[in-house]
């Protein structure tokens, strides 16, 4: 490792221990997110925080930054709660081996420490504030994607933009989005000694849900297939009746493919409804809402991207789509050519969470060497 990459490496490692060391679960990223907006102003960025609810956004500017942006540097500044099962401090970036473990060390405070540790190496050479770049740390990624769609409504424009969630190999260009359906089996109460006289609303909603397992569904080339999900059900009283339950509540969310809208998935599921014999089901979509996102792989801004990978690393870029939806769909979506490209590690959303250190280093070159490419210096 030559002598600047070892210091990029030193710098992300420094930026992931602060950030790791402040707990930022979403609905409480106001503290991170003033970390983050000191720590671009210290490199000379004009930074403006943005009222997200009780949280901000932190967005940065350069000198040089102009409507039309080369580069878009963003990622979310919300972690998963504390969950039991830590063998280590969560809040401590604790080093293994090749792998750095804390909350959020992935998922995606390795890939924002990475970005800032470019951001200061790029100030240290005194071309930082030449470079057309635009920086967005948004919160609420994990939940409702608040602080992205904040960010998107002063609809700004950028010819790349990098997230820095933790796809590294492949970085990914696509993801599902997802519609979150609410459905209302209504029944008829009776009393339990003589249920035929009314209609059970659970176990209407048990055909229901089993007739929407069996719906065919869209594949697609790149993002898969990918069926209804079941995630909550609530139905009878909440103290002991001898009762018929008239009402019975279903949460399902639906991750969607190019060609599946909101649209689809209530026709989806009207069908699935006509498997309930008696009674009747009431449909109504809860945020959040997420369109499905696909981009071509030879653009030729991705196609600059994977060219400028290639010579800091030597290798090629693989590219490919995610299974999950993430603040890129909403980007694509805004008509913004979107990379997510971060350090990877694994345990995400799960106790003891990690980074791999190799991939820190790597992300902090390529970040760099995007910054120094690609932004207009």
Request: aromatic residues 8%; proline residues 6%; contains cysteine.
């Amino acid at each position: 490792m030559s002598t600047h990459a070892a210091h990029l490496f030193d710098r992300t490692v420094h930026y992931l221990k602060d950030l790791v060391a402040i707990p930022s679960p979403s609905g409480d990223e106001a503290a991170v997110s003033t970390y983050l907006a000191g720590a671009l102003e210290r490199l000379g960025l004009s930074v403006n925080l943005q009222r997200v609810g009780t949280r901000y956004n932190v967005i940065a500017r350069t000198a040089a930054t102009q409507e039309l942006t080369e580069l878009l540097l963003t990622g979310h500044t919300d972690t998963i709660p504390v969950m039991a099962g830590w063998k280590t401090d969560p809040f401590t970036a604790t080093l293994d081996g090749d792998c750095i473990y804390g909350l959020g060390a992935a998922d995606q405070k390795g890939g924002i420490a990475a970005q800032l540790a470019a951001l200061e190496a790029m100030a240290a050479t005194g071309s930082l504030n030449r470079a057309n770049i635009l920086v967005s740390f948004t919160p609420d990624e994990e939940a409702l994607s608040d602080g992205m769609l904040a960010f998107l409504d002063d609809e700004p424009r950028a010819r790349l933009v990098l997230l820095s969630e933790p796809h590294f190999d492949p970085a990914t260009i696509g993801w599902p989005g997802k519609a979150l359906l609410k459905a209302t089996v209504h029944g008829k109460a009776a009393h339990g000694g003589r249920p035929s006289q009314g209609i059970n609303a659970i176990e209407q909603a048990a055909l229901f849900l089993c007739a929407l397992g069996a719906v065919p569904v869209t594949e697609h080339e790149h993002l898969g297939v990918h069926q209804f999900v079941t995630l909550s059900i609530k139905g009878g009283y909440e103290r002991y009746s001898l009762t018929v339950p008239d009402r019975c509540d279903i949460t399902i969310s639906k991750q969607l493919v190019p060609g599946e809208t909101k649209e689809t998935v209530l026709a989806l599921a009207r069908k699935a409804a006509g498997a309930v014999t008696a009674g009747h089901i009431d449909f109504e979509f809860n945020r959040p809402y997420y369109p499905p996102a696909e981009q071509d792989p030879d653009n030729p801004e991705i196609q600059r991207f994977a060219s400028l990978f290639r010579e800091v690393t030597g290798r090629p870029l693989n590219l490919g789509f995610g299974r999950g939806v993430c603040d890129g769909d909403y980007l694509v979506d805004a008509g913004l050519v979107t990379i997510s490209f971060g350090p990877s590690g694994g345990n995400t959303h799960q106790p003891n969470e990690w980074v791999y250190t190799a991939q820190l280093a790597t992300c902090a070159e390529v970040f760099f060497a995007a910054l120094n490419r690609l932004a207009g210096v």
